[in-house]
């Protein structure tokens, strides 16, 4: 699914718009401590808090099933014998989610088939997995089926699948007409669960004013949460909310951190930028690795910087640059 970011160049904003399109959760807080010493309540003898799992409502199980992987699905359902009943339909889905990935992406010694992967996304997602829903609108939208693919989006949101939820809002920023209002709803619900693709489509309505009121400190901190959690674009807009001081406090060092970081991690326009930055130190060595990597990329402008930096350089240095360059990969990121 392809989506243009906010704000664009029209709002007179610093912020470029880039072109988009996984959730990550968040950590456990410690225990408690008891009154007695160090001792906390996980530590109590299994005899003092027996409990009958076994006795959980079916949808409750279901829901739980929902959250699990598939080897920890498996695992539940060696619990007891309701619970493998419970979660049967589910250990099915799983099994057609992996079908359908090998087909998607001609894995697991199968050719790629994205007819059969969808089929085998359908029969996950009637079996009740919200993944597999979000799988298969994703093939609905990329064939241009958009109102089924909303559909399925629509059903894995209201089972509280963040990717799903997600869809759904940039769903609704895309429709004709938008529906912003609708959209932030969805971006929120997503966002406040670790999804960071959410969480950075959420910064961008805040700071354009789409569909909620403009509130740029609260953009910033949307930002800098989907760029913690590896998003590549939010990096960027981070290093830049550190430069000139828009919903945080200003920081150069910051700026320039998150400018690495996410050239590092293969944002073209950071390379750009940071490449220009090391040039003005007179590292001129470090600033042509980068601005090759950008112009490689289609920044246009880093391909003249680059030109006057190697016309200072040696032979032996140009091609020790370039065997960088060759060898450079990026460093992971969420996007």
């Known amino acids: 699914m392809k ?34 010493g160090n001792r906390t309540a996980a530590s109590r003898s299994p005899s003092t808090d027996r409990r009958d799992y076994s006795t959980l409502p079916v949808e409750l199980v279901t829901k739980i099933g929902l959250t699990l992987s598939h080897p920890s699905l498996s695992a539940a359902s060696l619990a007891c014998k309701a619970w493998c009943e419970a979660l049967q339909q589910l250990r099915q889905a799983m099994m057609y989610m992996r079908w359908g990935k090998r087909f998607k992406h001609g894995r697991g010694g199968v050719s790629r088939n994205t007819d059969k992967a969808l089929d085998a996304f359908l029969m996950g997602a009637a079996c009740g997995s919200p993944m597999a829903m979000v799988d298969a609108g994703l093939i609905y939208w990329e064939r241009g089926l958009k109102e089924k693919a909303v559909a399925l989006y629509q059903k894995a949101a209201e089972l509280g699948d963040p990717a799903g939820q997600c869809n759904l809002g940039i769903s609704y920023l895309q429709a004709e007409p938008p529906n912003p209002k609708e959209a932030v709803k969805w971006l929120y619900c997503a966002s406040y669960d670790g999804h960071t693709r959410a969480q950075y489509q959420l910064a961008l309505c805040l700071h354009q004013g789409r569909g909620v009121n403009r509130n740029i400190q609260e953009a910033a901190r949307w930002y800098l949460k989907a760029a913690e959690g590896g998003y590549l674009r939010a990096m960027y807009n981070v290093s830049l909310c550190y430069k ?33 930055a090391l040039f003005s130190k007179q590292e001129k060595m470090k600033a042509v690795v980068y601005l090759e990597l950008a112009t490689r990329a289609g920044e246009s402008a880093a ?13 032996t240095s140009r091609d020790h640059v370039m065997c960088i360059v060759d060898n450079w990969r990026a460093s992971s990121s969420s996007s």
């Open 3 to 36: 989506q243009t970011t906010w704000p664009g160049r029209s709002d007179g904003s610093r912020f470029k718009a880039l072109p988009l399109w996984s959730a990550k959760g968040g950590n456990h807080s410690d225990l408690h401590r008891t009154k007695h």
């Open 244 to 276: 000139f001081g828009e919903g945080l406090v200003r920081s150069y060092s910051q700026a320039r951190k998150w400018m690495k970081q996410a050239a590092d991690c293969g944002h073209s326009k950071a390379q750009y930028e940071y490449g220009v």
């Open 303 to 315: 391909a003249h910087v680059k030109n006057v930096i190697l016309q200072q350089l040696s032979a």
